[in-house]
């Protein structure tokens, strides 16, 4: 019999992976986008990007430094959300740990252990209990490894593009 607790808390784990893997993919989407558009020379004039292409144009190296710094900010703050719902993952499969332990620990009475009648209640309430422990804990750091996989995905492309469009602004100024 699968206990209640443990499919509420599995649920919340997986709703929070859910939302975490479509800030994901949507980020990823938004990226392709931008490494495409600046490919193409397509990119609206309010990307960040294109922003970043204008100012250097007119800069001194310095001034191009300082911009690429703010521009590795603003890029890499964008994707570090999907990070912290990875972390959230494994605290929830700890949390889901804590309360296992307190329904298991629950079923211990000191005064009724000495009662055979009520050995199979306590057994049946310690082994739910394990069972939400040792399950939320799985569940949350497995999905806790899935999204870090896609965050590590999403960390690369970012990197390219900020080497791609430092690099482009460094040959048109240097041009």
Request: net charge negative.
């Amino acid at each position: 019999m699968i206990s209640a607790r443990l499919v509420e808390l599995t649920l919340i784990i997986l709703a929070v992976f859910l939302y975490g893997l479509a800030a994901c993919g949507w980020k990823i989407w938004r990226l392709t986008l931008e490494l495409n558009g600046l490919n193409e020379g397509d990119l609206p004039s309010n990307n960040p990007v294109v922003l970043y292409l204008d100012h250097v144009k007119k800069s001194d190296s310095q001034s191009r430094a300082l911009q690429a710094g703010s521009l590795r900010l603003e890029l890499t703050d964008r994707i570090v959300s999907v990070r912290h719902i990875a972390n959230a993952l494994i605290f929830l499969g700890l949390i889901g740990t804590v309360i296992g332990f307190i329904i298991a620990l629950s079923a211990v009475d000191p005064n009724a252990a000495s009662d055979a009648e009520n050995v199979a209640g306590v057994i049946a309430t310690l082994i739910d209990g394990m069972s939400v422990a040792l399950n939320t804990t799985l569940v949350g750091a497995t999905l806790y490894l899935w999204l870090t996989v896609n965050y590590r995905i999403l960390t690369t492309g970012t990197v390219t593009l900020i080497a791609e469009v430092i690099g482009l602004g460094e040959r048109r100024a240097s041009a």
